[in-house]
């Protein structure tokens, strides 16, 4: 759905302040249930779903040979048709994706909160990211409107009021309720989440008329079908989910995992073995994200060599999608923690390049 930064009459600023709040109160009650039958937004989510939201098979498009391996670097897998657009994406808009990591994280919550329960994928977040960087005070010419930049005719489809001081399309719990509802039935029909993007911008007859045209339902095939802001649309979709995922793992991990993996973060912190001078002038900092060694140590003009035998295991573990216990000099973890962003889009932009090895 197409929008450009006209503001409506809501106060934006009100409004994110109250979504702060209430997403960590999203948060506490989310596994209780809501009052079902007296309003159609808040019928029962997910009873019937098919566990969407561990169905990663959907995202094949996004990788080559249409699937993902967790057990190998998230770069390397990348459908080499999307790279040259992520890489340009990376360029011009990293900064403010790695800030909005932070400055956004409540809306997250609430985000994740309720597509799962609606048995979606979390990484379908990223659709409000790409249709209004999170702002619900856009409107587009054709009246999309909120975060999710729903249409009028959508949003009453799932109950929501719209139009004037009471446009519930700008209310970040209730547009994602009703954005869900949409998303899973495309889903439903697609069964492919790019497609899903793809139909949620264009509608849903373009993306039916295009499968027809080609006989084929990957977007790669089908995409000149489509118009070109809807392909655009997907190809930021696609960047987005890399910018964010890539830097952070594939799936949530599970309580198993969990405790796996801070074993082996133990494990990892016990090989290198340090003097007691080491130990009192170095400090470590937990990392995750695509950071590699190389990069890294180049930016904080460091011996590779040092780095390696503090940090062993660094680029693996970190191309596994997990966190690591990184060991700097005192001096120089502060240089990091300053320059950590800038770094981790470096390290991102010289795997995609070839420049550096996953």
């Given at each position: ?295 890294v140590s180049n930016q904080l ?45 470096e390290s991102v932009r010289a ?8």
């Amino acid at each position: 759905m197409r929008w450009f930064g006209i503001s409506i009459n809501s106060s934006v600023s009100v409004a994110r302040v109250s979504l702060v709040a209430f997403a960590f109160v999203a948060g506490a009650v989310g596994t209780m249930s809501f009052r079902e039958g007296a309003d159609p937004l808040f019928g029962q989510a997910a009873k019937d779903t098919t566990e969407l939201s561990n169905d990663k098979t959907a995202f094949k498009s996004l990788f080559t040979n249409n699937r993902f391996d967790p057990s190998s670097p998230y770069s390397a897998q990348l459908n080499p048709r999307a790279i040259g657009f992520v890489q340009e994406y990376i360029r011009k808009q990293g900064k403010e994706m790695e800030r909005m990591k932070t400055w956004g994280k409540p809306y997250f919550d609430l985000y994740d909160n309720i597509l799962t329960q609606y048995g979606l994928p979390k990484e379908m977040k990223y659709l409000s990211v790409i249709e209004s960087h999170l702002k619900p005070g856009l409107v587009s010419w054709a009246g999309a409107a909120g975060p999710w930049q729903l249409m009028p005719y959508e949003a009453r489809r799932f109950g929501l009021r719209t139009g004037g001081m009471l446009d519930e399309r700008t209310d970040y719990y209730k547009s994602t309720h009703a954005a869900a509802r949409l998303i899973k039935e495309l889903y439903a029909e697609f069964g492919d989440w790019l497609l899903v993007v793809a139909a949620y911008n264009g509608g849903a007859g373009r993306v039916k008329n295009a499968i027809k045209k080609t006989g084929s339902r990957d977007f790669w095939d089908l995409q000149y079908y489509l118009p070109e802001e809807t392909r655009t649309h997907v190809k930021k979709f696609i960047a987005t989910h890399f910018i964010f995922e890539g830097s952070g793992g594939w799936t949530t991990m599970t309580a198993e995992e969990t405790e796996i993996h801070k074993a082996s973060l133990a494990k990892l912190d016990a090989t290198a073995q340090l003097t007691a001078e080491e130990l009192s002038n170095t400090a470590v900092v937990e990392v995750s994200g695509r950071y590699h060694s190389i990069v890294v140590s180049n930016q904080l003009l460091m011996d590779i060599q040092q780095f390696n035998k503090w940090n062993p295991g660094f680029d693996k573990t970190l191309a596994e999608g997990k966190k690591y216990p990184m060991r700097l000099s005192k001096e120089r973890a502060v240089v990091f923690e300053a320059r950590k962003g800038q770094i981790l889009i470096e390290s991102v932009r010289a795997l995609l390049e070839g420049r550096i090895n996953g």
